[in-house]
């Protein structure tokens, strides 16, 4: 469903490729935790493959290094790139590691790791120039997903992200999705400043404005059903923001085993005729939901960016979030929607209603959220990664 590529489209991948021959970077590995074919894949395995296939386009010869993916063969070849996926959750750690250093891969002239959480430790390992492509500091979501259950592992893992990872990655080139993701990479990993480089995610050029807006308030939320996103938060916002709008619903996109939790809390509010569950739907029935919705919303507790947002802005839908990192640099405060207090619920569901009130504001802040969109291509984010890779392999060759 994506548009041709347009003149400045094609001089990027045009740049990418000189950028890499010019640097010796003609095979890249990339190590990543999920594949963008799992059934928890999310925004960072959007980020990977579409890094990867403009890559392949430009002329890189790219493979994508995964976990297994369930009902998915072990290697194929997608979109110009190849994609090995072998090894279970945890598994693909050592495994992806060990299939490394054996050259089980094929030869490589950089790597790309993906810290998702759990590091691949290459700086370690790897002795080629190389780039880490760190989303978010996983922080409080360690507790979150395991400390119920896990309090230990929860504990080890913010252990091994906060004190044990850094060390080894002090000398090595970090990029990141936003500046206050990398304010918190330097704050709380405590990596140097001077290594991190920001490059923001794209926006795929099929978001674009059109259609009509929903007859009565809709709200569209994007986005893993699991506890960092929140969506308990943004349900209650939404039951405070109906007591001045009761024709508001919302509709939210996504799957996840946070299901069964939520399903409990919209029968305790008795939201069932207000709160839809979408779960995964195409491209184009995507791009309707933010065309016709009055706002797209996030109540989620970290985020390296909120790519449904600026996915949104590109149709012209402004946007209500939470006021976190991240979010503090895919929305504009006040030029291209509102951020909230994340422990303000009531504040959220004000913020909210205010906005579906007041149809003048609603409408310039989607203005200005379609203009500034405008500014994030996809060929943009690849290009500003390959620059990184390329400065890291110049500099080892001097």
């Known amino acids: ?7 400045g489209s094609r001089g990027s991948i045009a740049k990418i490729g000189d950028l890499a021959a010019a640097a010796g970077v003609r095979r890249v590995h990339m190590l990543s935790w999920r594949d963008l074919a799992d059934v928890e894949a999310g925004g960072s395995e959007v980020h990977a493959s579409t890094v990867a296939r403009l890559w392949a386009e430009a002329g890189v010869e790219v493979t994508l290094r995964t976990s297994y993916a369930q009902g998915q063969a072990p290697v ?7 994609v090995i996926r072998r090894a279970g959750r945890y598994l693909v750690f050592p495994r992806a590691v060990a299939s490394e250093l054996a050259g089980r891969h094929g030869p490589s002239d950089a790597l790309v790791e993906i810290w998702n959480g759990m590091p691949f430790f290459s700086p370690v390992w790897y002795r080629g120039p190389k780039v880490v492509l760190l989303h978010h500091v996983h922080a409080e979501m360690w507790k979150m997903v395991l400390g119920d259950e896990r309090p230990w592992a929860a504990t080890l893992g913010d252990l091994l992200e906060r004190r044990i990872a850094p060390l080894a990655y002090r000398r090595t080139r970090i990029v990141t999705l936003s500046q206050s993701s990398k304010d918190d990479i330097v704050e709380l990993l405590r990596l140097p400043a001077a290594n991190i480089d920001v490059v923001p ?10 259609g009509t807006r929903a007859e009565h308030p809709l709200l569209v939320a994007v986005g893993r059903l699991v506890p960092v996103k929140r969506y308990d938060r943004l349900i209650r916002a939404v039951a405070i923001a109906r007591h001045r709008h009761p024709n508001l619903t919302i509709t939210i996109v996504g799957e996840g085993y946070e299901r069964e939790n939520l399903d409990a809390l919209v029968r305790d509010l008795d939201g069932s005729e207000w709160v839809h569950f979408a779960g995964r739907v195409t491209d184009s029935t995507l791009v309707d939901l933010y065309r016709s919705a009055w706002l797209v919303v996030s109540g989620s507790e970290r985020e390296g960016w909120g790519m449904s947002l600026t996915e949104a802005a590109a149709c012209g839908t402004p946007a209500v979030a939470t006021r976190i990192v991240g979010h503090a640099d895919a929305v504009a405060h006040g030029e291209t929607g509102l951020l909230v207090d994340p422990a303000d619920e009531h504040a959220f ?26 500014q994030f291509t996809w060929e943009m984010t690849a290009l500003g990664i390959m620059r990184a890779l390329a400065a890291e392999a110049d500099r080892r060759r001097r």
């Open 201 to 210: 995610p794209g926006i795929d050029p099929m978001f674009t404005p059109g």
């Open 1 to 7: 469903m994506a548009n041709a590529p347009s003149d």
């Open 76 to 82: 194929v070849t997608r979109d110009g790139y190849r």
């Open 349 to 374: 569901g004000d913020a909210i209603a205010d906005l579906v009130a007041d149809h003048d504001r609603r409408r310039a802040l989607g203005a200005r959220a379609l203009q500034r969109a405008s």
